[in-house]
């Protein structure tokens, strides 16, 4: 089965979704995780997955920061047509909302 994990996060600190995606790949599910980049390194681990960064500007205001990550993320999340959604967190679910309407497909929220 296919996954898309949508998250607006710094996935340098982010090891409660680390450890989501490495116990779905090890089910024999294809991660896929449509996140936020804030300019920092991931670490290697990260490195296992299919990796769509959304590059964020640090100095703009969440104003507009989230509905460009919002639109971005959907059309991303979209072109990947997974069978599983996952939103982490609010501000997440748009998005992953959006792409798992256009794809016919399940969507999971995690708050």
Do not use: N
Not at 12 to 21: G, L, P, S, T
Not at 48 to 71: C, E, K, N, Q, V
Request: aromatic share 12%; proline share 3%.
């Amino acid at each position: 089965m296919r996954v898309c994990m949508v998250l607006f996060g710094d996935l340098r600190y982010d090891y409660r979704v680390y450890r989501e995606a490495v116990t779905l790949s090890q089910a024999g599910h294809q991660i896929s995780l449509v996140a936020s980049d804030f300019g920092g390194v991931l670490s290697a681990e990260w490195e296992a997955f299919d990796l769509h960064p959304i590059r964020i500007d640090r100095s703009a205001s969440l104003r507009r920061t989230y509905p460009s990550f919002w639109r971005r993320a959907a059309k991303v999340a979209t072109r990947l047509r997974a069978d599983v959604y996952h939103a982490h967190d609010l501000d997440a679910l748009w998005p992953a909302a959006r792409a798992a309407k256009a794809c016919d497909a399940v969507l999971v929220y995690d708050s």
